[in-house]
Structures are given as structure tokens and as C-alpha cells.
């Protein structure tokens, strides 16, 4: 797949990226599901990687590839303090979803408001030289550049969350899911493995999201922290197939196109409103009458077809 | 100093009974079906845009519409539980949410291609207007839209005690086996308790009409207001969702007031968390079960 990409032309490039962005926050997103966690906050990950790569990149001086990790450490300390006050006070179910949501929200609105990092003016990255650019140091470059690096954090993700749901954890996590209460008493450590899983996940979400401020050139905190990307981040694993691996990348493959489809056709015949309506619409038939999401559909289909 | 402080808060005061309908509406939902309605804000807008619709039609206060937003509001509850939603009750959370969140999307969808993004202002006499009590000024419309909202909410808890399909919904929420088992028709009872839990949000978007200007993005706003103050209140905990929303109208008052207008949501963020950590299922709620 990577390979065909200096055979794309940049449409595809630039649409390819944006799916294999959402491929890699559902990865992310979905990791946290193993463990029972419905995060519907993952924008403060995401932000917060966002952020803290452009700043210490920008303002700091610092290389790009040092923010990054300063950015995953920042999410992953955030996503750990999340879970820990969630499983320390034992907030569960639709409680925990909405705790996420809290401190999603509150950071927004502190972000909003910090002049240091733009508040709601945004933060703006300098425009980098195409010619005398080297995307390696910088980190930032055409589409080709974004759209192989997403591909290859993708890649990465999805084979680290394979590897880790083979592991004791993965164990511990899908008992977790399963029975709490009854992982608790065979002696799973379900705080920490709780705090794990979160951490792991919001420092992954960190990284996605600090490649994708460098994406963008500029970060807002109502479209990279607030609600709406939280929201947008989730549906494609859901929609894929929740709890299978490759149901988010499948998923992102599937609502990405859509997303962007429905906003031309939306723009085509001068209909405000037209493309949510559509996205709306096909989500709701997909949700309807594909309840596991699309990937579990497939694998049962070819299962059924070879047998 | 005083007079200013007791203007802010009468003023919080009035906004949280209003905010306390809409909340009403989530927590009965959840209560009875445990269903979260993430669609919550776009069902208050569309509440709203009816408020505006009958006012600029036919002049009247907008507190005398709530009625009949509230009307339109439950047929579209009733018709939705009916015909999705019930399929929906026993999936998992994050299906219903996508559910929610499509029927979300379609509606602001709908809202920005029939009336654009910009802001319907509603323009009166009243807007100017307040009632002088001592030192107190209560602003006209919040007053009235107030005042319409505690009479829903009277009503509302009179036909859930004394009604015989109010207590059939409360029957469902307490028991649903034993309710299914003494004769209640849970599907017929779970679309008038969507009826009315959107009902609620209509008539609460047709009374702050005239008070907030009406948007389809206000929509995401109402929905996370009435989310803390159900949580804060305790879910399904009808108590709670109006001394919640006393409590979240307050304090956004005051956090306007003491820090700034743009971070007037802090404070009762900030509530949610430490509600959520000292007695996780709310300060009304009951454990689940």
C-alpha cells in the first residue's frame, strides 16, 4: 500500500492521509475499548499532543522529534490521571464516558483562554521553505511526506496493539472488559492495568495528534481538543467493528471517503447542511444493520463463503 | 456590590430552572430506558427555531409557545423511540451513542440547510424589561421563561406520582421484568417517556429563544450543560436533575461574574469532577444496580 504512494497523484495522497489519521486514532481509541474504557474525550490526547509538539517545536527551539515525545509523555500522564481518579473512584460505565468528556471540555476551555499558546486566536506554525526543507529534521513536508508518515505510524500502532493484546495485559484488559469484578478476585491488578491501557492510548493519541498539528499549521483548540474531533475520532472504529484489530483502519477507509464525499457534493450543489445530513444518514444504516460494524461482517461473509 | 452580586445570582437562579427542564428530560430517559441521548442540545434547538417560528408568525410571547414545542417535540420522541431507538435498548453503550450521534448530525444538517448558520435574534419590548424587587432587578423574559419552566416541571412530577402512565413509567424504571410481567407494554411506555424527555428539551428551547439567539451549533452546548447536571445530579434521579440545574445555573453565573464570561463553563467542570469523585453516581443518584 505505501508503496503505490508516489504513484498517487496528491488528492489521493492528501484524502489517503486523513484516513490513515482516523485509522490510527481508532487504533488508538479501540485500544482503550479492550479494557471496557468508552473514552468519548480522546480530542484531549489528541490535543494535548498536538499542542505541546507545535509549542515546544515552535516556541521552544526544540527538534521536532523531541516534542513529539514530550507531547506523548504529556498525553499519556494526562490519559493515566484520567484513569486513575476513574478506577481509584470507581467510576464506571456511562460515568467514565462522561468523565472523559469533562476533562476533555475543561481543558478546552483553559486552552481557549491561554494566551501563551494562541488561546482561541490558534497557534500558527511558520510556513516551512519547500526547497531547503528536510522533512526528516523537520518533521513537516508535502503530502507525499505526511501521508507516508501516517501510513507508517499506522503500521506501527497496529502491530504494537497486537503485540500487546497478545501479552498478559491484552489478558488482564479483556478480563477487565469482561467481569471487573471477577478479573479483580483471580488477582488481575485492575487499577494498573486500567491506568496502562489509558496511558498507552493517550500517548499514542499524543503522537497522532502532534503529527497532525504539524499537518495542519495551525492548531484551534475547538477543532483539534473540543467535542466535534472527539467525536469523529470514534465513530470509524465503531463503525469498523469494535474489538477487532482492524476494524478502525477498515472503518477509516469507509467514513473518511464519506466524510470528504458528502462535503463536496455538499459544496457541488451549494446545500449547506447536505453533508452532515448524508454522514449522518449512512451512519445510521450502517449502525442499524451491521450492529458489529463492517469488518466482523467481511471476516463472517469470506468465513461463510470458503466453508 | 451586594446588589450586583444578588442581580447575578437571582439571574443564574432563573437560567438553572430553565436549564433543570432540559436536564429533566435526559435524566427520565436514562432512567427508565438507561439510554444516554446524546442528540439532547440539537433536540433544545430544535425547540428554539419552533419558539422563533411562532413568535415571528404570530407575535406572541415566547413563553406561551413552550406548550406547543413541547407537543411537537414528544410526536418526534414518540415517533423515534417507535421506529429506532427501541431496537436500540439493549445494544452496547457505543452503539447507542453512534445512534444518538447520527440522529445529531442529521438534525444540525437539517437546522443549517433550512435556516444557515447565522444566529435568529428575537427582538422585543421585553427584552429591555425587568421586574424590581428590593434591590434585586429580575430580567422580563428569564423571569417568565422561568416561571414556565417550573410550571412543566410541576406538571411533569404530578402526572408521574398520580397518572396511570406515569406510573407505569416509573413502574418500568424501578422493575422492568416485574412491569413487563403485571401487564405494562414497556415499548409503548419507553416511546412516551422518549416523547416526553424530548418534550421537555423542545419546551426548553422555545422559553431561552428569546434569551440566547438561535444557532444550530448551540446545539453541542446544551447537550455537555445538561450532561453535568445530570451527572452532577445523579442519572435518572429526577431530584437531581433540578437541584442540578439550579446548581450549574449558578455557578456559570458566578463564574461569569468572578473570572470572565469565556470560561463560565470552568467552575461547573470543575463540580463535575470533584461530584464525580467524592459520590460517583451523582448527589441524588443511587448506586447502580
Request: overall charge positive; glycine content about 12%.
Amino acid at each position: 500500500m505505501a508503496a503505490a504512494g508516489p504513484l498517487l497523484d496528491s488528492f489521493w495522497q492528501s484524502l489517503l492521509t486523513l484516513v490513515f489519521f482516523y485509522a490510527f486514532m481508532g487504533l488508538t481509541w479501540n485500544l482503550m475499548m479492550s479494557a471496557g474504557l468508552l473514552s468519548l474525550g480522546h480530542g484531549l490526547f489528541l490535543g494535548l499532543g498536538a499542542y505541546a509538539t507545535a509549542v515546544f517545536t515552535a516556541t521552544g527551539g526544540l527538534s521536532p522529534w523531541i516534542s513529539i515525545l514530550i507531547g506523548a509523555a504529556i498525553s499519556a500522564v494526562a490519559g493515566s490521571a484520567i484513569a486513575w481518579i476513574g478506577g481509584r473512584f470507581s467510576v464506571r460505565g456511562v460515568q467514565f464516558a462522561l468523565l472523559t468528556i469533562a476533562f476533555a471540555e475543561l481543558a478546552r476551555v483553559l486552552f481557549d483562554n491561554w494566551d501563551f499558546v494562541g488561546s482561541t486566536g490558534g497557534f500558527f506554525l511558520k510556513a516551512i521553505n519547500p526547497d531547503t526543507n528536510r522533512p526528516l529534521l523537520t518533521l513537516r513536508g508535502g503530502t507525499l511526506f505526511f501521508y507516508l508518515a501516517f501510513v507508517l505510524i499506522t503500521a506501527g500502532a497496529y502491530f504494537l496493539i497486537r503485540a500487546l493484546m497478545a501479552s498478559r495485559w491484552g489478558y488482564r484488559w479483556r478480563g477487565i472488559n469482561e467481569d471487573e469484578d471477577a478479573a479483580r478476585a483471580l488477582g488481575v491488578p485492575a487499577l494498573r492495568s486500567k491506568v496502562l491501557v489509558v496511558a498507552i492510548s493517550a500517548g499514542l493519541a499524543g503522537v497522532g495528534g502532534g503529527l497532525f498539528g504539524f499537518l495542519q499549521g495551525s492548531l484551534f483548540p475547538d477543532s483539534i481538543m473540543g467535542l466535534r474531533i472527539s467525536i469523529e475520532v470514534l465513530i470509524a472504529p465503531i463503525i469498523g467493528g469494535v474489538g477487532s484489530l482492524f476494524g478502525p483502519i477498515v472503518g477509516a477507509f469507509f467514513v473518511v471517503p464519506l466524510m470528504e464525499g458528502s462535503n463536496v457534493l455538499g459544496q457541488r450543489m451549494g446545500f449547506y447542511g447536505l453533508n452532515t445530513m448524508i454522514y449522518g444518514a449512512v451512519i445510521l444504516g450502517v449502525i442499524a444493520f451491521l450492529p458489529d460494524g463492517i469488518w466482523p461482517r467481511i471476516v463472517r461473509f469470506v468465513a461463510a463463503r470458503r466453508s | 456590590m451586594t446588589a450586583l452580586y444578588l442581580n447575578v445570582i437571582s439571574g443564574g437562579i432563573l437560567i438553572g430552572v430553565v436549564y433543570a427542564l432540559i436536564a429533566l428530560g435526559l435524566t427520565i430517559i436514562f432512567g427508565v430506558m438507561r439510554v444516554v441521548n446524546f442528540a439532547h442540545g440539537e433536540m433544545v434547538v430544535i425547540g428554539m427555531y419552533i419558539g422563533y417560528g411562532l413568535w415571528s408568525a404570530f407575535k406572541l410571547p415566547p413563553w406561551m409557545l413552550a406548550p406547543v414545542a413541547a407537543a411537537l417535540l414528544f410526536a418526534l420522541g414518540y415517533a423515534l423511540q417507535l421506529g429506532i431507538v427501541n431496537a436500540f435498548i439493549d445494544r452496547p453503550q457505543h452503539a447507542q451513542f453512534v445512534l444518538f450521534i447520527s440522529f445529531a448530525l442529521m438534525i444540525t444538517g437539517l437546522h443549517l440547510a433550512l435556516f444557515g448558520p447565522d444566529s435568529w435574534p428575537i427582538q422585543m419590548v421585553e427584552s429591555m424589561q425587568s421586574y424590581t424587587i428590593g434591590p434585586v432587578r429580575l430580567d422580563v423574559l428569564r423571569s417568565q421563561a422561568a416561571l414556565m419552566a417550573l410550571l412543566l416541571i410541576i406538571g411533569l412530577m404530578l402526572f408521574l406520582r398520580f397518572s396511570t402512565l406515569g406510573r407505569s413509567i416509573r413502574a418500568a424504571a424501578d422493575n422492568l421484568i416485574g412491569a413487563q410481567v403485571i401487564g405494562i407494554r414497556v415499548r409503548k411506555v419507553y416511546a412516551v417517556t422518549a416523547g416526553i424527555g424530548m418534550a421537555c428539551a423542545g419546551a426548553a428551547g422555545a422559553l431561552i429563544a428569546p434569551i440566547f439567539d438561535t444557532q444550530p451549533f448551540l446545539a453541542t452546548d446544551f447537550t455537555l450543560i445538561a450532561f453535568i447536571i445530570v451527572i452532577v445530579g445523579g442519572l435518572g434521579s429526577l431530584t437531581g436533575a433540578l437541584l442540578g440545574g439550579v446548581l450549574i445555573g449558578l455557578s456559570e453565573a458566578l463564574a461569569a461574574l468572578m473570572i470572565s464570561p469565556a470560561l463560565k463553563t470552568t467552575f461547573s467542570y470543575a463540580l463535575l469532577v470533584l461530584v464525580l469523585l467524592l459520590r460517583p453516581n451523582g448527589l441524588f443518584g443511587e448506586p447502580e444496580r
